[in-house]
């Protein structure tokens, strides 16, 4: 019985709300331009010189490490390649899968020139039948 107020709908809040953020607003003190312009210049200032600030000790702790022998000279690339099997193998050096390639093409080569060499003696012989067939059907006459 306390209560005999209603309390107010959806809209009614949300209209609440935005009079509420007006009210706030009215409120604000804003800067003047002048002091806008200044805190902006600040701010980028700031910005730019942290952003130098860490690029040299980014350089700076990577020439250290490189002096110190942190990382290696001699840099292996590794990929992947999978096999016919659908098995994946890693770490597979540069120089071995361009072995690979190599000898991989030179077999296709051999391969191709094998299949011509076939086809050369299957015409060669599809040749000879036919003139010996002619040649027969000469004598036959």
Known sequence: MADNKKKPGIF????????????ELKRVVWPSKEK????????????????IFLSIINNGGHWVLEKIGFYDNVTTTTTTTALPSDTIVSD???????AE???EATTEESE?????????????SDETEDTEETEESEEEV
């Open 12 to 23: 009614g809040r949300i209209a609440q709300q935005f009079r509420d953020v007006r009210a």
């Open 36 to 51: 806008l312009k200044n805190t902006s210049a600040v701010v980028l200032v700031v910005i730019v010189f942290f952003a």
């Open 112 to 124: 191709e020139v094998e299949t011509e060499a076939s086809d050369e003696d299957t015409e060669e």
């Open 101 to 103: 390639t190599e000898t």
């Open 92 to 98: 597979v050096s540069v120089e071995d899968t361009v």
